[in-house]
């Protein structure tokens, strides 16, 4: 199974990093549609696209509107957007209203219920949680045969989840600020690079991968790296288009 990571930033776009979207492009399978989400048709294995938003923020949304060419073009058979109602109500209320975009694309609108809950969606049943986040935001767990993939992001960590993750084989997990910027993290209600590690050694992670990380650090290591790995030793920081094989 491939995973490639098409937006690995947050808040806006850099020369670097686009904003929040992973990819499973044999599954058809988005997790969060920002900036990066432009890159989705050209690498899509699938004639069908299932889009699960975390929340509504715009980073996390507007490359929706990207997507009404390949729509158009018949690149896809159908494009599912799974969120909670307030999700998809502000994505179509104030992304699709004819003022900022006139032509809504066809996609199927999926409501997932408050409670954490399960749904099929091919091969895959995708699993969700609640998020502490201003605004809300929700967690993710894919489950395929052999495989447990868990995406966390716009969350303080550790957060009340980490019973959902337990386990996972992959623990993708937003860290926007190194340990030094610990209270901007509480602020805003993202983590910090040492409080995603402990999470990760605490639910028994098999693999951490870091996204979201400050658009405004355009270093090679926005985080801190060594100092997450002498938590969590098995822990990268995803690039845009970085592509793994699980």
């Known amino acids: 199974m491939r995973l490639v990571f098409l937006g690995t930033g947050g808040y806006h776009p850099n020369e670097r990093r686009h904003t929040a979207c992973v990819l499973l492009p044999d599954l058809g399978i988005a997790l969060d549609a920002g900036t990066g989400f432009f890159r989705t048709s050209s690498l899509l294995n699938s004639k069908t696209l299932d889009v699960f938003l ?37 994505v179509r209320t104030h992304l699709f209203s004819p003022e900022l975009f006139p032509v809504e694309p066809p996609f199927e609108w999926h409501i997932l219920p408050e409670t954490q809950s399960c749904t099929p969606t091919g091969d895959v049943n995708v699993f969700w949680c609640p998020l ?42 937003e860290c926007y600020f190194p340990d030094e910027q610990h209270d901007w993290a509480i602020k805003t209600g993202h983590s910090s690079a040492s409080c995603v590690a402990r999470l990760a050694a605490n639910a028994g992670a098999g693999r951490l991968i870091l996204v979201h990380a400050d658009p405004q650090n355009v270093s090679d290591d926005p985080v801190g790296l060594d100092g997450i790995r002498s938590i969590f030793p098995n822990t990268i920081l995803a690039e845009d288009l970085m592509e793994l094989i699980l």
Do not use: N
């Not at 060419?69 to 058979?77: A, I, M, R």
């Not at 894919?142 to 868990?150: C, K, N, R, S, Y």
């Open 54 to 90: 975390s929340h509504a923020h715009l980073d996390h949304i507007c490359g929706l509107t990207y997507f009404l060419v390949p729509v158009l073009k018949g690149q896809v058979d159908s494009v599912r957007i799974h969120g909670t109602a307030q999700t998809i109500a502000a």
């Open 132 to 173: 502490e986040h201003p605004g809300g935001s929700i967690g993710f767990k894919l489950q395929t045969p052999g495989l447990t993939i868990a995406y966390i992001t716009d969350t303080t960590a550790p957060g009340d989840y980490c019973e959902f993750v337990r386990g996972v084989d992959v623990l993708i997990h």
